[in-house]
């Protein structure tokens, strides 16, 4: 199976930063992997889709980068909307792998 | 608009079983494969099964390989999991989802609410 590796687990950031999250594939899975969203209490939201694609209705201060078995998650400006686990997915497979999440909060 | 609607879920014994369902509306349920996925309390996303648009394709983690069934009514908008042989580590939420792309290699774009199966003697 295709271990998703995140990082960093929790991320402490202000509105307004920059800020990266990575997803570390223990094989290549191409540019087969998408970013979710998940706030406490609700289902998770695509965000990013084939490694660099915005999902419609999406802000474009998120973006995604990679392919191989590296990818990150970029959010250029953080807004209070943001604060929220966030989850790399690889879907090169049937068997499709989540990371471990990323938790962003408020600094 | 898309919606998924799960139930189902409730308290059920150790080694007991439960069945699940996703009511779907919004798109055509027939040309896209469909997938649960479970998220323990306060844990991450764990993907448990996906189904063809069929239903003749199924997959499974090995942590439910033998134990769970999914299964789709194209004719009633449904998909289906069927849990057998429960234990406690199959405490969490059940969400269903959907491919985003009528391939079956696509990501999960629309998700149910959830339902929450607890195995608790």
């Known amino acids: 199976d295709i271990q998703m590796t995140q990082s960093p687990s929790t991320l402490s950031a202000s509105v307004g930063d920059r800020v990266t999250i990575t997803c570390r594939a223990s094989?290549?899975?191409?540019?087969?992997l998408a970013w979710s969203q998940q706030k406490p209490g609700k289902a998770p939201k695509l965000l990013i889709y084939?490694?660099?694609s915005l999902e419609s209705g999406v802000p474009s201060r998120f973006s995604g980068s990679g392919s191989g078995t590296e990818f990150t998650l970029t959010i250029s400006s953080l807004q209070p909307d943001d604060f929220a686990t966030y989850y790399c997915?690889?879907?090169?497979?049937?068997?499709?792998?989540f990371g471990q999440g990323t938790k962003v909060e408020i600094k | 608009e898309v919606q998924l609607v799960e139930s189902g879920g409730g308290l059920v014994q150790p080694g007991g079983s439960l069945r699940l369902s996703c009511a779907a509306s919004g798109f055509t349920f027939s040309s896209y494969a469909m997938s649960w996925v479970r998220q323990a309390p306060g844990k991450g996303l764990e993907w448990v099964s996906t189904?063809?648009?069929?239903?003749?394709?199924?997959y499974y983690a090995d942590s439910v390989k033998g134990r769970f069934t999914i299964s789709r009514d194209n004719s009633k908008n449904t998909l289906y999991l069927q849990m057998n042989s429960l234990r406690a580590e199959d405490t969490a939420v059940y969400y269903c989802?959907?491919?985003?792309?009528?391939?079956?290699?696509?990501?999960?774009?629309?998700w149910g609410q959830g339902t929450l199966v607890t195995v608790s003697s």
């Open positions: 989802a959907k491919n985003r792309d009528t391939a079956m290699v696509s990501p999960l774009d629309y």
């Open positions: 094989q290549s899975i191409s540019s087969w």
């Open positions: 997915q690889q879907y090169n497979s049937y068997s499709r792998t």
């Open positions: 189904i063809s648009t069929s239903g003749g394709s199924t």
């Open positions: 084939k490694a660099s």
